[in-house]
């Protein structure tokens, strides 16, 4: 199971670590842990008209969400909640058996198509995302 998960592609994306750091007086930040595995992942983000404008990350995770957190810091900047949504559901269902729909923008979450028979692991994959879903809908209601 190790050698199927840990792939140079997940491994190159987590050690990229996209977005790692913090930012001074975010306009949200949201942390989330997932405690069947120890994960924990803060989010923080500033918007401006409803997009993220500058996001970072910080995490206690493992390489799976270290690598869904550095996609989202690579390609959130500029996207607003509802892409986020929608990019969030595309992977979930890629996790359950579904194709892909188009990633043009986010080509990498073809890299964790090896998590789909480990269901134990979705939730590693999906936690960045749940994490900035919950900073956006923070930071929309301050608004």
């Known amino acids: 199971m190790i050698d199927e998960l840990y792939q140079k592609n997940l491994l190159r994306l987590a050690a990229n670590a996209t977005g790692d750091g913090t930012l001074d007086n975010p306009d949200a930040e949201e942390t989330l842990d997932n405690p069947t ?18 996001l970072n990350h910080q995490n206690r995770s493992c390489m799976l969400c270290q690598a869904s957190a550095s996609l989202i810091g690579k390609h959130a900047i500029g996207k607003n909640l509802e892409d986020i949504l929608e990019t969030r559901h595309n992977l979930q269902s890629m996790l359950h058996g579904a194709p892909l729909q188009d990633t043009s923008e986010w080509k ?12 134990s692991r979705h939730h590693c994959v999906l936690l960045p995302f749940d994490a900035l879903i919950r900073a956006l809908e923070t930071a929309n209601k301050k608004v």
């Open 37 to 54: 595995c120890g994960d924990r992942i803060t989010i923080q983000i500033r918007l401006k008209e409803n997009e993220i404008r500058e």
């Open 108 to 119: 990498e979450l073809e890299y964790f198509n090896v998590v789909a028979l480990h269901k």
